[in-house]
T-cell receptor, first 108, second 113 residues
Framework: GQNIDQPTEMTATEGAIVQINCTYQ??????LFWYQQHAGEAPTFLSY????GLEEKGRFSSFLSRSKGYSYLLLKELQMKDSASYLC?????????FGAGTTVTVRA | DADVTQTPRNRITKTGKRIMLECSQT?????MYWYRQDPGLGLRLIYY???????NKGEISDGYSVSRQAQAKFSLSLESAIPNQTALYFC????????????FGPGTRLTVL
């Protein structure tokens, strides 16, 4: 089975940094994805990790430790438009299993 | 732009009615997926298809059926809708590469009364 855990909600101030953790226990692993989803909209791809380490993309970075079943998404220089849900998803055998998502609220 | 589209975007129906949700894509992707999203539960896979003659059940396929009419079209049917099928439904597509992400359509909000 698949078990993917992430916090339900996080709040941060504009300009700050927020780290969203994701832990997983899955029957297989072909990579970990992070998606952003604004309320009522489609999820959009943010990052992909398949090897251990940090992947950086502008203000967003994602880290993976396969031995610990752990990933995090780091959002720097937070902007109001970053208020959204962030979904952690593990790929196994060409299928994605999603966590329930973390709702990030950015306050002025 | 190559895209994933879903129709209808919103639908209200009654218990027992048959409903079809349609998905089309112009990305040229082989693989298509149907998910439902419920508050607090995240996205759950209903069915997926790796090509026109391939249909596979996901984790919550009971009460649903699908049809892959062409590479670009994948429809989801609820033969007899029930209230607990009220949810946001997303179609997604991907290439055959395991490293590539899935692209999601805009979603269909379905309410079963």
């Amino acid at each position: 089975g698949q078990n993917i855990d992430q916090p339900t909600e996080m709040t941060a101030t504009e300009g700050a940094i927020v780290q969203i953790n994701c832990t997983y226990q899955t029957s297989g692993f072909n990579g970990l994805f992070w998606y952003q989803q604004h309320a009522g909209e489609a999820p959009t791809f943010l990052s992909y990790n398949v090897l251990d380490g940090l992947e950086e993309k502008g203000r967003f970075s994602s880290f993976l430790s396969r031995s610990k079943g752990y990933s995090y998404l780091l959002l720097k220089e937070l902007q109001m438009k970053d208020s959204a849900s962030y979904l952690c998803a593990v790929k196994n055998d060409y299928k994605l299993s999603f966590g329930a998502g973390t709702t990030v609220t950015v306050r002025a | 732009d190559a895209d994933v589209t879903q129709t209808p975007r919103n639908r209200i129906t009654k218990t027992g009615k048959r409903i079809m949700l349609e998905c089309s894509q112009t990305k040229g992707h082989d693989r298509m997926y149907w998910y439902r999203q419920d508050p607090g539960l995240g996205l759950r896979l209903i069915y997926y298809s790796f090509d026109v003659k391939d249909i596979n059940k996901g984790e919550i396929s009971d009460g649903y059926s699908v049809s892959r009419q062409a590479q670009a079209k994948f429809s989801l049917s609820l033969e007899s809708a029930i209230p607990n099928q009220t949810a946001l439904y997303f179609c997604a597509t991907s290439t055959s590469s395991v490293k590539r992400e899935q692209f999601f359509g805009p979603g269909t909000r379905l309410t079963v009364l």
